[in-house]
């Protein structure tokens, strides 16, 4: 469980890199999460495009305790809160760390700073930001939108029409 854990990326892919970096808009800045692992992969795609400051907001869900464990690791520490935690997102916290609500509302407000912004923005992060706003935009539980799959190196690209956010693509792999 890699949330603040600052562990590297796989950047071992280079024709899905590329893939990728072509099918992002060329003229949108870049930003990122200040977890080593979304600043290379951001280096990676940045390409000449504008950079913005890295993000601790975009950072991944803070386990707490929990970081660098395994699932069955925490699960042998605290079976009741482990399970509690994964079967009813919201509210619940590991030891020392995020609950799902606590993570939505971080993202919630780096991506309300960052709509701002003219023009598209790039946002490299990590599976539970790019989770809790696709569920602000199809405004669903967290259950719901934690049965969705975000792959290494996909794109999720989400619109504001300046009223209402809407989930153009999720776990698209260009």
């Known amino acids: 469980m890699n949330g603040w854990t600052d562990v590297p990326a796989d950047l071992s892919d280079i024709p899905q890199l590329d893939r990728l970096a072509d099918f992002l808009p060329a003229e949108a800045a870049i930003v990122s999460s200040d977890l080593v692992r979304a600043v290379a992969t951001a280096d990676a795609l940045q390409r000449g495009r504008a950079r913005l400051p890295h993000e601790r907001g975009l950072r991944e869900i803070h386990f707490g305790t929990w970081e660098a464990k395994t699932f069955d690791a925490v699960d042998a520490q605290d079976p009741q809160l482990a399970r509690l935690y994964w079967e009813s997102p919201g509210d619940v916290r590991p030891p020392g760390g995020e609950s799902w609500n606590d993570l ?14 003219e023009g598209d923005i790039i946002a490299v992060s990590h599976f539970g930001p790019i989770l809790s706003q696709v569920m602000r935009a199809r405004a669903c539980t967290p259950a719901e ?18 009223t209402r956010w809407t989930a153009e693509l999720v776990n698209h792999l260009p």
């Open 104 to 117: 939505s509302r971080r993202v919630d407000r780096v991506v309300d700073w960052l709509t701002g912004e």
């Open 145 to 162: 939108v934690l049965a969705e799959t975000i792959a290494p190196l996909s794109v999720t690209r989400l619109a504001w029409d300046g």
